[in-house]
């Protein structure tokens, strides 16, 4: 049975991009830590990450010449994916971005350890979710899929599309902290296009 999890590939020289973009936002201090509930609370033993919106990051930050162009061949590649997974299991109905992804930095040992759904409460516009990873590693980080039990593997440059909603409620593994590897994701949303949306649909 088909588990409405697709994958995509993003190049390397976009996914380059991409990290470097994640680094600078480290280094700039600009990744707060990650919150959670309709409240935006902290609870570390949930949800252990520090994370930025992209449009909250400065100019100085992405402005750069080689980040730029890898932001714009990375919204290509998200709104080709949209529609290739619109295809599939949508028929087509054209949709749009709910806003500006996520950079998430997961510290050693660090995860969204609650199993969630992104689309509820004040979320229920997301329809469709999306995962990119910056980092590769062989033993754990995987994105846990709890219905479906089916797990997915971090490997750099990967992309994955899902519901956003409660048939597809997820959570991230730990890697062990003695490993010393940081987890660095990108994700966001797409809602359907309507009128009075002013991002283009996919088609």
Avoid at 92 to 101: E, I, Q, R, Y
Wanted: some cysteine.
């Amino acid at each position: 049975m088909n588990n409405f999890i697709e994958q995509y590939w993003v190049d390397d020289n976009t996914i380059d991009c991409l990290s470097e973009l994640a680094n600078n936002c480290n280094g700039a201090g600009l990744l707060q830590p990650g919150k959670i509930g309709v409240d935006g609370q902290v609870d570390t033993a949930l949800k252990n990450c520090y994370e930025v919106n992209i449009s909250q990051v400065p100019p100085q930050v992405c402005g750069d010449q080689f980040i730029s162009y890898g932001l714009d061949d990375y919204k290509g590649h998200l709104m080709d994916s949209i529609q290739k997974y619109s295809h599939k299991y949508m028929s087509d109905l054209p949709m749009c971005p709910t806003g500006a992804p996520k950079i998430q930095w997961y510290p050693p040992g660090g995860a969204y350890f609650a199993e969630h759904f992104d689309n509820g409460m004040e979320h229920d516009h997301r329809q469709i979710a999306f995962i990119t990873y910056l980092t590769d590693h062989e033993e754990g980080g995987e994105t846990t899929f709890v219905h479906q039990n089916y797990k997915v593997k971090p490997q750099k440059g990967k992309t994955i599309f899902f519901p956003a909603g409660f048939t597809h409620k997820h959570k991230s593994e730990p890697i062990d902290a003695r490993k010393g590897e940081h987890r660095v994701i990108i994700t966001g949303w797409f809602q359907f296009f309507t009128a009075l949306d002013e991002t283009r649909p996919h088609r």
